[in-house]
């Protein structure tokens, strides 16, 4: 499967169209932000290419792509941690998409098993755990 | 002014440990979510290079790195715009920020006018103003 989306015609279109244009960057890749649609916690930060998106779109469940694997990743096909889609939304230059999502399986998304990738807090330059 | 920040020793001190230690990309950037303190709500994504993120983490105001300007961008010094840092959390493999912020002046984060960067779903491959 290839998964092909247009270019918008102008900055016009992409800022206030209607069309889904999303601009990939060098790699091929768009920027995506998954928070819970629940509790609006980030989530986690990833990639996805053309393929990805067009299936996350398709199945409603999040797809990804994994840059150190260089392959496409369905979230959770393996932990369980799928990810079911509420609402998707795209940013004003449609170089980034966020997603709303309800995490199936334990309802964790990250792979060191907290809820969230985010589980740390910057303060006064160091880390500090804050689930 | 140049800021530096340490590399993480391994993989367990870059996810558990206390050192923030940023992992920049080929481009010297890091990807950065803000979202408003107060609603959850995602405002935008974009990008920081270390004098971004050090002057963000300095000042308690965003700074970014505008990629289309090439330079050092303090938002909200023209618009009013400023974003005050409520909380910073960085994710588990330290390469994307999560700034939770409250937006100053006209409370938006967006060049378009919107409030958030976010203001279209998609929706069966179309896209809908849903501000």
């Not at 270019?7 to 920027?31: M, T, W, Y």
């Not at 889609?85 to 230059?93: F, L, M, Q, W």
Request: charged share 25%; hydrophobic share 40%; with cysteine.
């Amino acid at each position: 499967m290839t998964a092909t989306f247009p270019q918008a015609s102008d900055k016009h279109a992409l800022e206030h169209g209607e069309v889904l244009a999303p601009r990939f960057d060098a790699n091929g890749l768009i920027a995506a932000i998954a928070t819970d649609a629940d509790t609006g916690e980030v989530l986690m930060f990833a990639w996805m290419n053309a393929e990805a998106l067009s299936r996350t779109l398709d199945t409603g469940e999040a797809h990804y792509f994994s840059r150190s694997r260089g392959e496409l990743w369905h979230k959770g096909a393996t932990s369980g941690q799928i990810q079911r889609i509420v609402e998707a939304r795209i940013d004003c230059d449609q170089d980034c998409v966020w997603l709303k999502v309800r995490p199936q399986g334990d309802g964790g998304a990250c792979h060191t098993g907290a809820r969230s990738c985010f589980y740390r807090l910057i303060v006064n330059g160091k880390l500090v755990d804050r689930p």
